[in-house]
Each structure stands twice: as structure tokens, then as C-alpha cells.
Antibody
Framework: QVQLKETGPGLVQPTQTLSITCTVS????????MQWVRQTPGKGLEWMGF???????EYNSEFKSRLSISRDTSKNQVFLKMNSLKTEDTGVYYC??????????WGQGVMVTVSS | DIQMTQSPSFLSASVGDRVTINCKAS??????LNWYQQKLGEAPKLLIY???SLQTGIPSRFSGSGSGTDFTLTISSLQPEDVATYFC?????????FGAGTKLELK
């Protein structure tokens, strides 16, 4: 059974770094790309980037300068780190598996509030 | 970037109604369009991939059509459990982009 679950800090101060973990089960990270998507009040759903099954990454240029995606295959975890947070980064952050159907399974998302 | 214009934003329909939701791409995306259902507090669920392929386990009342720039999600006979927000995703080219969503409620 494919499952994805995001965990994160909930509240982050402006200018600080956001770290979110996506823990997966039911499949191997070495066989699938993993995507990150966020949903903000200002811009709706936005694709952020992905990590390939081989470990290389691609980022939306909107976030490229401050976003990093990595993984630990031994722990079945994918990580999102984004620095220089602003209040506009407040939203729900999702990880999704990029399977045969692309973005076929998603986590429930984690709410992140950027506020001092 | 490819803009996805989804309509309507809000839809009210009765049980048994045929419901259609549209997504229009600002340029050709071939058939690289997915449709999702999202209920409050739940993970988005893939309904239709590549414009018209029904994801495994999804009821056959859901169908998708279109290619190029114009796409439609159809629910042939609305059921109470279909109350949700629906959105489209184009995965033809980076950056992938989403429709703004359609909130479907029962009349």
C-alpha cells in the first residue's frame, strides 16, 4: 500500500529556513521520482521541483535560488529545504510520487505558517 | 509558463446530475493533463491521467476528454461522496502548472 506523509515545523519565522520531511512506504525511492507541490492563498497550487529516482533534481525557477530537495533512501525519506522564508510562503506543502501516471499518490500535506 | 484556466470556480448540482469541469491550457499540452479530487483535510486523489485514462479504483462515472488545449472532466451521475474540490495539472512541460480548482457542492 503506497503511503506518503509530510512532517514539518508548523510555524517558521520570516527569513528562516523551512525543512519538511516526506516519509514514504509501499514503494522504493530508487524506482520513482518524487515531487513537491505547495498550495498558498496567494498563488494556489504551485509545482516546486522533484528528485529523480537516480537522485538528481530539477526545480521550478520560481524557487530555484532558495530550494533544495534531497533524500535518504535507507530511511525512505525525501527532504525539502527552502531558505529566506517570507509570509507569502505560508501554505500547505505536499509531496507526491511521480509514478506511471505522474503525480499518482500524494501525501495529506503539512501546513506551514511563516510568521514572527 | 503554461497557464491553466479552469472553469467554473464553483459548481452546485443535484444528485444524479451530469457535471462537467473544464481546463484550458495557454498552449498545446498534448494529452499530458491529470484530474484530481481533493476533500478537506485529505490528500489529493488522482482520477484521470493523460486526459482520458481512468486511474485504477476510480468509479466509471468519472471520465476525461480533450487534447491540445481544451480538456473536460465529466461526472456522469453525481453522487453525494463526489462533493469536493477538483483541479487539473498539466505535466507536458516544466514548470508543471495547475488549474485554480472547482469547488463542487450539492444543491
Amino acid at each position: 500500500q503506497v503511503q506518503l506523509k509530510e512532517t514539518g515545523p508548523g510555524l517558521v519565522q520570516p527569513t528562516q529556513t523551512l525543512s519538511i520531511t516526506c516519509t514514504v512506504s509501499g514503494f522504493s525511492l530508487t524506482s520513482y521520482y518524487m515531487q513537491w507541490v505547495r498550495q498558498t492563498p496567494g498563488k494556489g497550487l504551485e509545482w516546486m521541483g522533484f528528485i529523480r529516482s537516480g537522485g538528481s533534481t530539477e526545480y521550478n525557477s520560481e524557487f530555484k535560488s532558495r530550494l533544495s530537495i534531497s533524500r535518504d533512501t535507507s530511511k525512505n525519506q525525501v527532504f525539502l529545504k527552502m531558505n529566506s522564508l517570507k509570509t507569502e510562503d505560508t501554505g500547505v506543502y505536499y509531496c507526491a510520487r511521480d509514478g506511471d501516471s505522474d503525480f499518482d499518490y500524494w501525501g495529506q500535506g503539512v501546513m506551514v505558517t511563516v510568521s514572527s | 509558463d503554461i497557464q491553466m484556466t479552469q472553469s467554473p470556480s464553483f459548481l452546485s448540482a443535484s444528485v444524479g446530475d451530469r457535471v462537467t469541469i473544464n481546463c484550458k491550457a495557454s498552449q498545446n499540452i498534448n494529452r499530458y493533463l491529470n484530474w484530481y479530487q481533493q476533500k478537506l483535510g485529505e490528500a489529493p486523489k488522482l482520477l484521470i491521467y493523460n486526459a482520458n485514462s481512468l486511474q485504477t479504483g476510480i468509479p466509471s462515472r468519472f471520465s476525461g476528454s480533450g487534447s491540445g488545449t481544451d480538456f473536460t472532466l465529466t461526472i456522469s451521475s453525481l453522487q453525494p461522496e463526489d462533493v469536493a474540490t477538483y483541479f487539473c495539472l498539466q505535466h507536458n512541460s516544466w514548470p508543471y502548472t495547475f488549474g485554480a480548482g472547482t469547488k463542487l457542492e450539492l444543491k
